[in-house]
C-alpha cells in the first residue's frame, strides 16, 4: 500500500490543522474562501452560533478582468459588506491554498478597505 496523499488530500490535511487554530480566537468571525478555476467564493461564519453572515462570489460581482484583480474586488466588497454591519476584525482562513496569487489579492483588497485580520 503506498503512502501517496493526492494534491487534494495533503490540501485537506492543511486546512483541517488551519481551522484548529483559527477555532481558538473567539468572538472573531472567520473569513473563509473558497478557489475555483475561474470564480472564488469568500464566507464570514460565526463559529459559536455555527451560521453564516455574510457570502459573496466573483460570478455575482460580474467584474471582468484577470482573476487576481477580480479577487482584490471581491476583497474589497466583502469588506464594505462587513463593515456596514459593524464587523471590522476577522481571522482569515486560507482553506489550505498558498498564501499568494489571488488569495493574496483578496486579503489585501479586504485590508485597504479596513478590515482587521
Known sequence: MSTYKSRHERREAKKKAIREKLMLSPGRP???IRRTLQHMIAQVV???KGVSLV???????NIKGK???VAKELG???AE???AMGISKVVFDRSGY???GRVKALADGAR???LVF
Open 30 to 32: 472567520r473569513l473563509c
Open 46 to 48: 460565526d463559529d459559536s
Open 55 to 61: 457570502q459573496i462570489n466573483s460570478k455575482a460581482l
Open 67 to 69: 482573476k487576481t484583480a
Open 76 to 78: 474589497k466588497a466583502m
Open 81 to 83: 459588506k462587513l463593515i
Open 98 to 100: 498558498l498564501y499568494h
Open 112 to 114: 485597504e478597505k479596513g
